[in-house]
């Protein structure tokens, strides 16, 4: 009896090691990463600070854990069932977004409507220039289809996001005659608001064009809008920003639902 005792003590020795080991690794990788983005993009966004959060929130907790503090059974209990059911729904939400990446846009739609992202003075970022390399072929291939270039002008940026925009898809030859420019929008919602002016009705087909993450919520975010012939066009991402860009398209998706933005 008492060597089964001390075996199932070192069982649970080696799990609460484990454990540890998890989050220490967990911590140590967040602040790792959230060094490597800042290195990347800077303060671009407040966003990337989640990853510093994340990663000492996980330090914390394995110093707590390495310390022996005990926490009582109902409070345990209660923090386990909100970390299982938040990482369910994340989960949950992270595959539908996932699955929005690599959705395929119907072919001859009536307009384009490509959305807007940060302008380097003058210059589309890489983000953009993402967004509108995925949308030429598209436009190639369907030469009735008239692309709406939406975004206004922001903190650094010398001409508005859909004059960029627009410029760029001249110089890779597509015809002025096509391209409308909404230039007032400030987010999504906006530019999927104004650019609706545009079309000649809310059952007009539109292919929405933005980075893969991005197509999900703006799908949602044109039904709410009453724009219900709507597919998307995802383009990549830059690589090393690809786990800041889920994630907070995941809190994104939750918030919209929650506050009724979306349904």
Known sequence: MRQEN????????KRMNFGQSSLLIAGILCIVYFIVIMAYAGWTS????????????FLVIQHLWHRGIVLPMN??????????????????????????????PKPDAKYM????????????????????????????????????VSGGKGSGEDVTEAFAMSEYLKKKGIAESRIC????????????????????????????VSNGFHIVRS?????????????????NSVPIMVPTYYTREVLALIKDYLVGNIK
């Open 181 to 208: 420019s909404e230039e007032k929008a400030t987010n999504t919602n906006e530019n999927i608001m104004y650019s609706a002016k545009f079309m000649t009705s809310k059952d007009a087909s539109c292919v929405v």
């Open 113 to 148: 409507l490509i959305l807007g992202a940060q302008v380097n003075g003058r210059k589309v970022s890489r983000s953009l220039r993402q967004r509108l390399d995925a949308a030429i072929p598209y436009l190639m291939d369907n030469p009735d289809t008239i692309v709406i």
């Open 6 to 13: 001390l075996k199932g003590k070192k069982v649970e020795r």
């Open 219 to 235: 799908l949602k975010l044109c039904k709410s809008q009453n724009l219900t012939n709507v597919s998307g066009l995802g383009s």
């Open 75 to 104: 409070i345990k209990v209660s923090l386990l069932i909100l970390v299982v059911a938040g990482c369910v729904l994340f989960l949950a939400v992270l595959l539908s977004v996932i699955k929005g990446a690599n959705e395929r």
């Open 46 to 57: 407040l966003f990337h600070v989640i990853w510093l959060f994340m990663g000492i929130g």
